[in-house]
C-alpha cells in the first residue's frame, strides 16, 4: 500500500489494526512519510477548522425560515373546507326526489299512493262516469263486443285503484247494480237500437248526461275489439293526469303535458351590498322543475344555493418549539384556530425565547346558502328550436327572503335537450359571518343550463 | 420577528420530523431546516465560493425541500437535501458568466497570499481552484462528514469513485495548501 493510501485511510479512519500498525512503524522509520502525514494532516485541520468557522448569517437563517413557512401557510390549508361538491350533491338529491316523486305520479298509470287516497272519491266517480259515457255507434260493427265488455269493477289495467274504487263505490252506492245486471242491460239496449247512431247505453249510477259532457268523455271512434280498457283509458288520460297534478300541487289544477327539468349555474358580474369585504365570488348553481301550464307560460319549484367567497386578513401564530409549547400543527387551520390565531402568544412574560412566531395571512372564506322558490315563467318559441324565456322566482333561503329574475335563450339542437343562456339578477338577504346583521345582497350576472323536457302528449 | 436558536435533534426526532415532512407540516420543517442549515449554507459558500451566491443557492434549496417534499422517497433526508443543494449551485455556478469563472481561476494563491487575505479567503480560494466534481466530494467528506456511500449517493457515482475524487482532492489541495499550512501551524 503507498503512503498516500495509508495517509487517507487514517484520515478516514479506516485503517485496519494490521495496517495501523504498518503505518506507525513506517512513520516513525521514514522521516519523508513523516513530514508528508504531517503536512496531510495540517490541510485536515485546517479544512476543520474553516468548516468550524462558517456560520450561517441570522438574518439569512430567519428571513429563509419565514418565506418557506410563509408558503406552507399559502399553499397548504388556509383556504377553508369547500362545499362546493357537497352543496351541489345536496341541491341535485333534493330536485332528483322531487323530480322523481312527480314524473312517477304522472307517468305510472297504475300506482296511486296512499297518501292520495283522499283523490280516490272523485277520480273513481271519474272513472265511472267515463264508463257510463261512452257513445257507440249502434250500427258499427262491434256489437259483439259489447256482450264481453268487462264491467267498470273488474276491467281497469290499474289493479290497485280500481280495488279501492270499487270499495268507494259500494260504500257511496249500495244500490248499483251488479255486474251481471250492468252487463244484461248493455246487451238489451243495444239489441233494442235500430236507427240510432249514438246512444248511451246505460247508466247504473243515475248520473246526468250534463255530468257526462262536461268532463269531455266522449268516444270519437268504435271501441276496439280488443284493449278496449286501455285503449279507453290512454286515450282519454289527460282526467286522471290533471288529478294526479293536483294530488302533488293542490293549489293549481294544471292541465300540463310537458315536464322541464333544468339546472343552472350562474357567476355574478355585478355585486351590490358587498361593498364591505374583499369579496371574490358570487356564484350559484340550482335546479328546477317546471311544468307547462298554458302554451307559453310554465310554473315549477327551482332549487339552489348561492356561493360568496371573500378575503378576510388574519394573522396566524405558528408554535416553533415542540418541546415548550402546545403541540399545533399550521397545517389544519379551522375556523376556531384562525381565531385563535388572532392573539400572539409567547412562552410567558419575559421569556426570552419565544415559542411562537406569528405571519400575516390572506383567509379565503366561503359562505353557502341554500334557497328553494316557486318560479314563473313565459317563453316564446322565435324559430323552431330557440326560445325566449324571462323567469320571476320568489322563495327564502336559510337566512331570509329570496327572489330572483332571469332572462335566457333555450335553444335545442336535440329535441328533448335545451342548453340555456342567459342573464339573471337576484337578490337575497343574507347573514355573513363579517356582518354582524344581515343585509340584502344582489347581483347580476351569466347564467347557463341544460334542461330536459318530457313530453307526454 | 424572533426565532428561538438554531437546535441539534437526536435521529428519532429528525426522522419523524422527515415522515411529518412529507404530510405538510410545517412543525417537521423547523425542525429539519434547524438541524441541517447550517451544513448546507457551509456547503453552497465552498462549493461556490461567493458568499451571495451561497445565499441564493442556500434559499433557493430551502424552497425546492418545500416545494418537493411530497416527493422525498426513503430516510435518509440529508442526502436528499444535499442533492438538491448541490443541483442547485451546479445551476448557479452554469449560468454565472464565463469571464467571473476566468477572473476567479486565474488568481494564484501566492499572489492572493501575498495580499494579505485571512486565511479563510485562502482556503476558499484553495478549494475553488478544484474542479467541481473533485471539489464537491471534498467539501462533502471533509466539511460536512459525509461517509462515502452518502457521498456516492449525493453526487450519483459509484462508491469506488467517490473515494477516488475524495482522494484526488486532498492531494491536490495538499499541493495548493501545504506552504500555507505549514506556515499557519509554525505560527500558532
Redesign the interface.
Known amino acids: 500500500m503507498s503512503l498516500?493510501?495509508y495517509i487517507?485511510d487514517y484520515?478516514?479512519g479506516n485503517l485496519t489494526p494490521e495496517d495501523d500498525k504498518r503505518f506507525r512503524d513506517l512513520m516513525s522509520s521514514d522521516f519523508s512519510a513523516k513530514e508528508e502525514f504531517a503536512?496531510?494532516l495540517?490541510?485536515?485541520?485546517?479544512?476543520?477548522s474553516?468548516?468550524e468557522?462558517?456560520?450561517?448569517?441570522k438574518e439569512?437563517?430567519?428571513?429563509?425560515?419565514?418565506?418557506?413557512?410563509a408558503?406552507?401557510?399559502q399553499?397548504?390549508p388556509v383556504v377553508e373546507h369547500r362545499r362546493m361538491v357537497r352543496s351541489r350533491a345536496i341541491v341535485s338529491v333534493l330536485a332528483t326526489i322531487f323530480f322523481i316523486f312527480f314524473v312517477l305520479n304522472v307517468i305510472d298509470d297504475g300506482t296511486v299512493t296512499k297518501s292520495n287516497i283522499i283523490f280516490l272519491s272523485e277520480l273513481n266517480k271519474q272513472e265511472q262516469m267515463l264508463w257510463n259515457s261512452y257513445r257507440i255507434d249502434a250500427n258499427s260493427d262491434h256489437r259483439d263486443n259489447f256482450a264481453s265488455l268487462p264491467s267498470p269493477s273488474d276491467a281497469p289495467r290499474r289493479k290497485n285503484r280500481s280495488s279501492t274504487v270499487v270499495a268507494v263505490n259500494q260504500q257511496q252506492s249500495p244500490e248499483v247494480p251488479q255486474t251481471n245486471t250492468v252487463v244484461s242491460a248493455e246487451e238489451q239496449t243495444i239489441n233494442n237500437t235500430t236507427n240510432e247512431t249514438t246512444k248511451v247505453v246505460s247508466n247504473p249510477l243515475n248520473i246526468l248526461s250534463s255530468d257526462v259532457l262536461d268532463f269531455d268523455y266522449e268516444l270519437r271512434n268504435p271501441l276496439p275489439k280488443t284493449n278496449l280498457t286501455n285503449e279507453l283509458r290512454f286515450n282519454k288520460w289527460a282526467v286522471p293526469f290533471s288529478n294526479q297534478i293536483a294530488l302533488a300541487v293542490p293549489m293549481f289544477e294544471l292541465q300540463s303535458d310537458e315536464l322541464l327539468v333544468s339546472a343552472f349555474s350562474s357567476n355574478a358580474i355585478v355585486k351590490f351590498g358587498m361593498q364591505d369585504v374583499q369579496m371574490k365570488g358570487f356564484g350559484s348553481f340550482s335546479q328546477s322543475i317546471g311544468y307547462k301550464i298554458s302554451e307559453y307560460e310554465r310554473f315549477g319549484l327551482e332549487f339552489g344555493y348561492s356561493e360568496f367567497s371573500w378575503n378576510e386578513n388574519s394573522v396566524i401564530v405558528?408554535?416553533?418549539?415542540?418541546v415548550e409549547a402546545p403541540?399545533r400543527?399550521?397545517?389544519t387551520i379551522k375556523n376556531s384556530d384562525v381565531k385563535w390565531s388572532n392573539q400572539i402568544l409567547t412562552n410567558g412574560e419575559g421569556s426570552a425565547?419565544?415559542?411562537y412566531?406569528?405571519f400575516p395571512i390572506q383567509l379565503q372564506r366561503e359562505r353557502q346558502l341554500y334557497w328553494g322558490s316557486l318560479f314563473y315563467e313565459y317563453y316564446y318559441p322565435v324559430e323552431r328550436y330557440v326560445s325566449f324565456a324571462g323567469r320571476l322566482n320568489l322563495g327564502a333561503t336559510n337566512d331570509g327572503p329570496f327572489g330572483a329574475v332571469r332572462l335566457y335563450s333555450e335553444i335545442e339542437p336535440i329535441r328533448g335537450i335545451a342548453l340555456n343562456v342567459g342573464i339573471e339578477s337576484r337578490t337575497l338577504w343574507a347573514r355573513m359571518p363579517y356582518y354582524k346583521k344581515g343585509a340584502f345582497k344582489s347581483s347580476i350576472g351569466l347564467i347557463y343550463g341544460l334542461s330536459l323536457k318530457f313530453n307526454f302528449e | 420577528m424572533k426565532f428561538s436558536e438554531g437546535r441539534k435533534y437526536d435521529d428519532e426526532k429528525i426522522a419523524q420530523a422527515t415522515l411529518e415532512l412529507r404530510r405538510g407540516s410545517a412543525e417537521a420543517f423547523h425542525i429539519l431546516y434547524n438541524h441541517y442549515n447550517q451544513k448546507v449554507y457551509r456547503f453552497c459558500l465552498r462549493l461556490l465560493g461567493d458568499k451571495e451566491k451561497a445565499e441564493d443557492a442556500f434559499q433557493e434549496t430551502f424552497m425546492k425541500v418545500f416545494e418537493n417534499r411530497m416527493n422525498f422517497r426513503g430516510n435518509n433526508f440529508a442526502a436528499w437535501l444535499f442533492t438538491i443543494a448541490r443541483h442547485t449551485c451546479l445551476n448557479l455556478i452554469r449560468t454565472a458568466k464565463p469571464f467571473q469563472d476566468i477572473e476567479t481561476n486565474s488568481l494564484s494563491l501566492s499572489y492572493v497570499y501575498k495580499e494579505d487575505i485571512g486565511l479563510r479567503d485562502f482556503v476558499q480560494r484553495a478549494i475553488m481552484q478544484l474542479p467541481i466534481s473533485l471539489r464537491e466530494a471534498l467539501i462533502l467528506r471533509e466539511y460536512e462528514d459525509c461517509n462515502y456511500e452518502e457521498i456516492a449517493k449525493i453526487l450519483g457515482i459509484s462508491l469506488s469513485l467517490a473515494k477516488v475524487r475524495v482522494h484526488r482532492a486532498r492531494l491536490l489541495l495538499k499541493k495548493l495548501l501545504e506552504p500555507i499550512a505549514k506556515e499557519y501551524y509554525e505560527s500558532r
Open positions: 498516500d493510501k487517507n484520515l478516514d503536512s496531510m495540517s490541510i485536515h485541520s485546517l479544512l476543520k474553516d468548516a468557522s462558517i456560520s450561517l448569517p439569512l437563517e430567519e428571513k429563509v425560515e419565514e418565506r418557506v413557512l408558503n406552507f401557510l399553499v397548504v405558528v408554535p416553533l418549539s415542540t403541540r400543527t399550521i397545517t425565547e419565544p415559542a412566531v406569528q
